[in-house]
């Protein structure tokens, strides 16, 4: 009999810890299984959340028609339409008809409740990528656009080490050339191609044409280039080095706003779009990224609300500290525009990212913020 019970009471120990294991095991497979083996962030500049969830901004566009009927200008004959969600779909039609309702989905409708915020203060650009980047604010410090280096290591330097990538593997192609600066802590640590700094790598005839063309077609700004070459660029080095976290800065969209051009601002959108589609196509023709691959895209900093401050954003500009962030993931099921949700923050993308790639982001920086959680609950 106690011979029996000890035997009774064993076995029962026995698949006691067989269930506590197996649980364990379930739990450390949910997390380390996710699909996602690259990741590809896109950050588009002062892009607002106005034009993204509504389209072309009449007031805007009725503020900037000086001659004749604003029905009459090419802006509304292209863009306009009698609800935002037509609207958004002229102006982003790949992003809101393809991307959004198939493979991803978008915070930061606030009509919708749901926001998404920087943490720094200071709304303008070199705070807002460097909080994306290193996954923390620091006002103290990061308070100018000024070519200084980031005195902390990014998301992209951690990656690099922890997946144990060569250079060409970690990458950030930005229109703005102080995404030098910014990218990284310690200089030549991942490749940077920036501004209008010719792209070396170039493997083809026509690309290493077009670096040298950048320079002889300069844009209307010291410090940026058209988004055409740097996107041609992350395109042509998505081809030949297959990076697994890539980060592709476009700048159009707040560069043109600050001038005011307003037809310019949206075109910039509409291209954006299009970009979004041929990098989106060429991911799905290639094996090492279909299904293997998770998106983030989101902005630096917001603009002002009105038809005054549209043009310009930084801490005197009310509403500049609202942005949003899309997320499309073999590993998130989420659809279209979240509703009535927490308020997700910009420190949070670092770590999002980490997250997708099954690294710790903590390990970089404890005090970064958190994977965005409602992406990974199921
Ligand atoms: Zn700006």
């Given at each position: 009999m106690k011979n029996h019970f000890d035997n009774h009471a064993m076995n029962k120990l026995r698949s006691h810890l067989f269930l506590l294991s197996l649980t364990l095991l379930l739990t450390c497979a949910s997390f380390a299984?996710?699909?996602?083996?690259n990741v590809i962030l896109i950050t588009l500049d002062g892009a607002r959340t106005q034009e993204v969830f509504g389209g072309l901004d009449l007031d805007i566009l009725k503020d900037k028609t000086?001659?004749?009927?604003?029905?009459?200008t090419a802006l509304y004959k292209k863009y306009w339409a009698p609800t935002p969600e037509e609207r958004r779909m002229k102006l982003l039609p790949f992003f809101w008809g393809t991307l959004m309702k198939e493979h991803g989905s978008v915070a930061g409708n606030r009509s919708l409740n749901s926001a998404v915020m920087t943490t720094n203060k200071m709304w303008f650009s070199y705070p807002g990528y460097s909080e994306i980047l290193t996954g923390q604010a620091h006002d103290d410090v990061i308070n100018?656009?000024?070519?200084?280096?980031?005195?902390y290591p990014s998301v992209l330097e951690f990656a690099k080490r922890k997946l144990k990538l060569n250079k060409n593997q970690v990458a950030l192609f930005g229109s703005w050339d102080v995404f030098n600066w910014i990218g990284e802590h310690e200089e030549g640590a991942v490749t940077i191609n920036a501004g209008h700094e010719p792209y070396e790598l170039a493997a083809s005839a026509e690309l290493k044409a077009l670096s040298k063309l950048q320079n002889e077609r300069?844009?209307?700004?010291?410090?940026v280039r058209f988004d055409y070459f740097t996107f041609r660029f992350a395109m042509e080095h998505i081809k030949t080095y297959q990076p697994r976290v890539l980060h592709l800065a476009l700048g159009e969209t707040d560069d043109w706003a600050h001038g005011g051009d307003y037809a310019h601002t949206l075109n910039s959108f509409h291209q954006n779009d299009q970009q979004f589609k041929e990098l989106w196509e060429t991911l799905q023709s290639t094996p090492k990224y279909k299904g293997k691959t998770s998106i983030i895209i989101t902005i630096d900093h917001g603009r002002g609300n009105t038809i005054k401050d549209w043009t310009d954003h930084g801490?005197?500009?009310?509403?500049?500290q609202y942005i949003w962030m899309a997320f499309i993931s073999p590993d998130v099921s989420l659809r279209g525009e979240w509703k009535n949700t927490e308020t997700i923050y910009q420190n949070q993308v670092a770590a999002t990212l980490c997250r997708f790639l099954n690294l710790d982001y903590s390990e970089n920086n404890p005090q970064a913020g958190k994977p965005v959680a409602r992406l990974f609950s199921k």
């Open positions: 299984q996710t699909k996602t083996e000086r001659r004749g009927k604003v029905e009459d100018s656009n000024d070519k200084t280096r980031n005195p300069l844009s209307p700004w010291d410090s801490e005197k500009v009310p509403e500049a």
